[in-house]
């Protein structure tokens, strides 16, 4: 498909460019060295694509960029996913990935050799590779509910969310009511394809994760100024937020650049990154609160079943016959409070493969699940 645009290669940067010009294109944005930047981040707003490669709907895709961006990916997964786990695979199939328990500055757990925290989220086809240890077993996972966004609430004292949270209101949908009270009569059902949710959780997450307004706007594909006046609304609807924010700030500049965790972690940040105090405090936070439920896992006798933990996620391998009850046990372990706030999950019996969960939530769900049954 590239080709046809006359870009012999989809990784030489010039040729892009120049034939998204030669589309009309307007590219803005330059590399460190002054060349025009066609990074993905440039490419997924020209896609239609959000950073999940689901439509946005806000403009006709450019087929060019659309091409450019799944060819690269094709080839990344063949190379850092595939082909990293067959030439890591042992005489008996398996992999032994490598895990840091306290691998990120934050502490978050890494993995490498694969580094199966970076295969792309809500993707079903490389989770396929993880299939349960014996046959007629099944695998089973239970994901935090929103870790980092209920951590954000209960340390920033925003009492009013966290009150609707444990009530048992979904966190999105809430934080899309309180920034947009023209969605307060709407219900969850009704606000779940709905744009001004999509946008609010992005939001969410930016807070979390010390996400400015351009990386916002890159992500939800929507202008600038469009996301600027959104997260604006989002301050004054929870203030707690942005006065914790500049709180944990201070005390970094007033710490030699550090901030303490609830737990006593010391965390160290770049002197021109402050703003990332928020984001490192919510992580580390949610980093304990996984190594807390895998201690109750491990004193309920559930740690024999399981086989990965990426992100905030525990695989587990189970009978078909005990799934459910592993499934929901485990989820228990990760039930907690946390300074106020209830810490949720999600537990589920996935199928023979750890990708069979993600192609259930996925679009296409029932197309996908059939050709994963075909497969199988």
Avoid at 177 to 205: G, Y
């Amino acid at each position: 498909m590239a080709r046809q645009y006359g870009v012999t290669s989809v990784n030489a940067p010039k040729q892009v460019g120049a034939a998204l010009l030669g589309m009309g294109e307007e590219l803005s944005a330059k590399t460190a060295n002054g060349q025009i930047a066609v990074g993905k981040e440039v490419l997924l707003p020209l896609a239609d694509l959000d950073k999940d490669w689901h439509r946005i709907g806000g403009r006709e895709p450019n087929p060019l960029a659309d091409a450019v961006l799944r060819s690269k990916r094709a080839g990344k997964w063949a190379v850092s996913y595939c082909a990293a786990m067959l030439d890591a695979m042992d005489s008996g199939g398996r992999i032994h990935p490598m895990i840091n328990t306290l691998g990120a500055r934050t502490a978050r757990w890494s993995v490498s050799a694969p580094p199966l925290q970076q295969l792309p989220s809500s993707e079903w086809r490389i989770r396929r590779c993880i299939i349960a240890d014996n046959p007629g077993d099944v695998i089973v996972a239970s994901d935090f509910a929103q870790v980092e966004l209920r951590v954000l609430a209960a340390l920033a004292g925003a009492s009013r969310v966290v009150e609707r949270i444990n009530a048992g209101e979904d966190l999105h949908s809430l934080v899309t009511r309180m920034v947009f009270p023209e969605t307060a009569a709407m219900t969850d059902a009704e606000l779940k394809n709905d744009k001004r949710r999509k946008l609010c959780k992005t939001i969410s997450l930016g807070k979390a994760y010390a996400g400015g307004i351009n990386t916002l706007a890159r992500q939800t594909g929507l202008p600038v100024q469009q996301v600027k006046t959104a997260v604006q609304a989002y301050d004054r609807a929870i203030p707690e937020f942005g006065r914790w924010s500049k709180r944990l700030t201070r005390e970094a500049y007033s710490n030699n650049m550090t901030i303490t965790t609830p737990s006593g972690r010391i965390l160290r940040l770049n002197r021109d990154k402050a703003y990332t105090a928020i984001a490192f405090m919510c992580q580390s936070s949610a980093r304990d609160i996984l190594g807390e439920a895998l201690l109750n896992m491990r004193d309920a006798g559930l740690l024999r079943y399981v086989i990965g933990v990426v992100h905030d996620e525990v695989i587990a391998s189970a009978p078909r016959k005990d799934a459910e009850e592993v499934s929901r046990e485990i989820g228990r372990c990760m039930t907690m409070p946390f300074f106020g706030v209830d810490i949720a999950s999600d537990p589920e019996v996935y199928g023979p493969t750890w990708g069979h969960g993600y192609a259930k939530h996925g679009p296409a769900a029932d197309a996908i699940a059939e050709t994963m049954e075909v497969a199988t």
